[in-house]
């Protein structure tokens, strides 16, 4: 009888769980504090969990951010590419406006993944995850063009709005945002 199974997945899953909490506690982190408030005690604070837990999970303070920007990189990929498949949606433009002003609404976790994109100017080791947004962004506008230089027009003007969006009082609408998305990405 496979006694040691259901316990090595209760472990794998709690792990998990853990691991999960720990990201996002970094995130809450960052949001409130910026990157440099980042510690292996005030993320296992955040998250409820003994000062040591981070240490066990992630290889020191780089290796836990590392881990927060890949994560949150390949979910707004994710978010992006499943607006590039067939049937995905009847407007992917008004689709992609709807999900840049979502995440204005609560900018917080934006304003988090904008702090540590910063970080991956300085740490070539933070690039990976920039570079599968920046694909999944090019291959969004690949269904409208294949001008390589209004694709690197597209995906700088995103992450410019945004950001832009961050600093202003007045965020821009979704309607906004799929004016200019219109503009930027033209029907042919």
């Known amino acids: 009888m496979p006694v040691s ?5 209760g472990r794998r899953a709690k792990g998990e769980r853990r691991r999960r909490a720990l990201i996002e506690a970094t995130l ?6 910026g990157a440099s408030g980042v510690t292996h005690r005030t993320v296992a604070r955040e998250a409820g969990l003994p000062a040591t837990t981070p240490t066990y999970y992630f290889d020191g303070i780089d290796g836990l951010l590392t881990e927060v920007l890949t994560t949150c990189m390949d ?5 992006v590419v499943r607006l590039t498949e067939p049937d995905a949606c009847a407007d992917p433009r008004r689709a992609l ?20 994109c910063l970080l991956a100017a300085r740490r070539p080791e933070l690039r990976d995850s920039t570079g599968r947004w920046t694909e999944s962004l090019i291959g969004f506008a690949r269904r409208f063009t294949t001008d390589p230089v209004r ?19 007045e965020r821009p609408s979704a309607d906004e945002f799929e ?5 930027l990405l033209p029907t042919s």
């Open 5 to 9: 199974e259901p316990i090595t997945d």
């Open 97 to 116: 406006a709807e999900l840049m002003a979502d995440a204005l609404a609560a900018p917080g976790h934006l304003l988090a993944e904008f702090e540590l």
């Open 179 to 183: 004016a200019m998305l219109h503009q």
């Open 75 to 79: 979910e707004d990929a994710a978010k």
């Open 28 to 33: 809450r982190v960052i949001e409130r504090d």
């Open 151 to 169: 694709l690197q027009l597209f995906v700088g003007a995103y992450d410019g709005l945004l950001l832009q969006a961050l600093t202003t009082d």
